[in-house]
């Protein structure tokens, strides 16, 4: 009888957890002994490396080297070239780190995996989280839920400290690569989650990237072609992240790179790191902080506890800050690094019980491989406590209008609406007379600029012409799983029919940004082929 896991699928690091007999959380250990696994890829082997072993190795062939893929997830034209022609979009990349999490902790576990929760940041959207999927089916795991990385760590809170009165509690998630901040309400046996915010383009990789640029520009005034050396590069970008984390227990570090042969030392002190590469990125991770506050209509004297998950939460001027700007000291009782991945731990015994019981409700229509999911009930522990929990909607659901001068973006379904929800709107019409079709395109974002909103889906939808402008009803849905359905309807008042006529239902076009069915066949052949290396 195998195991079922959470994964903390992240930018920079990814975790794997399970629940022991007794009930307790571990985090799985990889093959190299760690509890965490550098999300980072080198190809050019017999088999692709995944984790530290690919991270070290990665200076010497930078070019068969890839990281920080999550950023790419559910964009189509993002491709990784290794250097024997070989390509790999970000699903691919992703389901190597996750075969090699599942590899492992079947070999420390002696039994196999059948099951995982995955985490995705609260900001993920629609597509992003089909891409999440997709890379878990690649490397043949069984995906029981998708959460959402706050909510994994506010269930991780709530267990293991054992509740039992109601909390107003905020999740400041800083990673590697993406911030995420969720405020939610937990008690004895429930999560409701009232606002989410967040960047997935905001993470300490942004830090690594700041101090990396003012070294190399350092090592060019001191005379040294570093732009010529890509090794050297490399080895930079590594020492940038080491320096960084140095500096979160000393007020000073050196950074040394070997540039042609020749060997480039420069020194960076807390104060400096702090002015010159903190500072604004910390400012934007509390002016979204602010956001989901406002949104939530609350002020910081409404929050109980502030939780610090996320590696970045290491660097002291972030809890300094945090504490200056809400008057409250943030809380390092859960650990930044495995939280989210044992959350999830917990969810999967709950999904893979309530599924081996037959009451286990998405929202989803289940898939032919998820309806074949059968686990023996009696291998799994037993859990004193168990969370049923609420989501928001992480952005605004709307439709493409006719804004006078220029087409907008209006929204229907406001972001942080509780999910499973339905909106119903019969505020639109047509815009000319005649008209014997509508075109209607779906929106995901909150702005009325088109060019920051996404378009993720769209129909040309036939009507009956008529000499006057005809009022239409737009209805859209979204499920548990954040997955969006929009109907839209002939809604004429001169109709006798007071419930209008369906007009049909405009389908997310996922080939825009995620891999066809034909696309995942095709590659979970050539993945399988693959294989992971030690
Ligand atoms: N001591 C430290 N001081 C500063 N930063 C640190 C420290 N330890 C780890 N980090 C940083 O934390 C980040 C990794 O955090 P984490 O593992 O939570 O992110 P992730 O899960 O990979 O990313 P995300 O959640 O954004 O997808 C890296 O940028 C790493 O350099
Ligand atoms: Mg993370």
Redo the contacts with the bound molecule.
């Keep these: 009888m195998g195991k079922v896991v959470g994964i903390?699928?992240?930018?920079?690091?990814?975790?794997i957890a399970y629940i022991d007999e007794k009930g307790q959380p571990q985090i799985i250990e990889n093959k190299q002994g760690n509890r965490?696994t550098p999300?980072a890829v080198l190809f050019g082997g017999k088999k692709p490396v995944v984790g530290e072993r690919a991270k070290e190795k990665s200076i010497a062939d930078p070019g068969n080297y890839e990281s920080f893929v999550?950023r790419h997830m559910g964009e189509r034209n993002y491709i990784f070239t290794a250097r024997n022609g070989d390509t790999f979009n970000a699903e691919k990349i992703s389901s190597l780190i996750l075969s090699k999490l599942k590899q492992d902790a079947e070999y420390r576990l002696g039994e196999s995996i059948d099951g995982a929760v995955i985490t995705v940041?609260a900001y993920f959207s629609d597509p992003q989280r089909n891409a999440t999927r997709d890379a878990a089916r690649l490397a043949g795991i069984e995906v029981l839920d998708i959460i959402n990385?706050p909510t994994a760590a506010a269930i991780a809170f709530g267990i293991i400290k054992n509740l039992t009165t109601k909390q107003r509690i905020m999740v400041y998630?800083?990673?590697?690569?993406?911030?995420?901040v969720s405020i939610l309400d937990i008690d004895e046996d429930n999560i409701t989650v009232i606002a989410t915010n967040g960047n997935?383009k905001l993470?300490?990789?942004d830090?690594?990237r700041e101090i990396f640029k003012w070294a190399k520009e350092e090592a060019e005034e001191a005379g040294f072609d570093i732009e010529s050396d890509i090794k050297a590069l490399q080895s930079l970008m590594i020492q940038a992240?080491k320096a960084?984390?140095?500096?979160?227990?000393e007020d000073e570090t050196t950074i040394t790179v070997y540039i042609r042969g020749e060997e480039f030392t420069v020194t960076l002190d807390r104060e400096v790191f702090e002015e010159e590469f903190v500072n604004d990125i910390i400012g934007r991770t509390l002016s979204t902080m602010q956001n989901a506050m406002d949104d939530a209509g609350l002020k910081y004297d409404d929050i109980d506890k502030i939780i610090l998950?996320?590696?970045?939460t290491?660097?002291p001027k972030v809890r300094e800050e945090i504490e200056r700007v809400t008057g409250i000291k943030p809380s390092a009782e859960v650990h930044?690094?495995e939280a989210?991945a044992i959350g999830a731990a917990f969810h999967a015994v709950d999904v893979a019980r309530q599924k081996a019981d037959g009451s286990f409700n998405s929202g989803v229509q289940a898939t032919d491989s998820e309806k074949d999911f059968t686990i023996d009930k009696d291998s799994l522990p037993v859990l004193d406590k168990s969370y049923s929990f609420r989501d928001v909607t992480s952005h605004g659901i709307g439709i493409v209008v006719d804004g006078g001068d220029r087409f907008i973006n209006s929204v229907i379904m406001d972001k942080n609406t509780p999910i499973p929800a339905q909106i119903i709107c019969d505020e639109y019409q047509t815009s000319a007379p005649n008209q014997e079709a509508i075109f209607l395109q779906v929106t995901q974002g909150e702005d009325e600029d088109l060019q920051y909103t996404m378009i993720i889906g769209e129909a040309e939808l036939k009507l009956r012409p008529r000499e006057y402008l005809v009022q239409l009803r737009i209805i859209v849905t979204c499920d548990s799983d954040a997955i969006i359905h929009v109907h839209a309807i002939d809604f004429d008042k001169g109709f006798d029919k007071s419930n209008g006529v369906p007009l049909g239902e405009v389908k997310i076009n996922r080939e825009r940004f995620n891999m066809t069915e034909e696309e995942l066949i095709e590659a979970e052949k050539h993945i399988h082929r693959l294989n992971i290396g030690d």
């Design positions: 903390d699928l992240g930018t920079t690091f990814s975790a965490i999300s999550k940041p990385e998630d800083f990673g590697g690569g993406t911030f995420d997935h993470g300490g990789y830090i690594d992240e960084k984390k140095e500096l979160s227990f998950v996320g590696g970045s290491r660097i930044p690094d989210v």
